[in-house]
């Protein structure tokens, strides 16, 4: 799942190349894991919560869930991705400071 998310997310950044945003947002999952009947004994502690990943460009959503145990590599090829489209960003201008005037 995370894969068809990252050739998705891909896909996107090449139709923004020109122009346009794209927001990704990342957070904890709030739903627990389903428990069973072998985890009642286990603490609450010991559940593995999920991370929740997002993208939009204003029409088209994708999001994709990813388990803690996954997320280094889920990251690791997210980050290729971002390397490969962030040099479409625009440089900030700097700002000129003021010249305080005469009398």
Known sequence: ??????????????????????????K????KPLKSK????QDAAAQEFKCLIRATD????????????????????YALILRAHIDALKKREKAKPKKEGGK
């Open 58 to 77: 204003g029409k088209k959503k994708i999001s994709t869930a990813v388990s803690a145990s996954e997320y280094m590599k889920f990251q690791s090829s």
């Open 1 to 26: 799942e995370a894969d068809t998310f990252l050739n998705e997310l891909h896909k996107l950044f090449e139709r923004k190349k020109k122009g346009g945003s794209i927001w990704i947002t990342m």
């Open 38 to 41: 072998k985890q009642k004994g």
């Open 28 to 31: 904890r999952s709030n739903q």
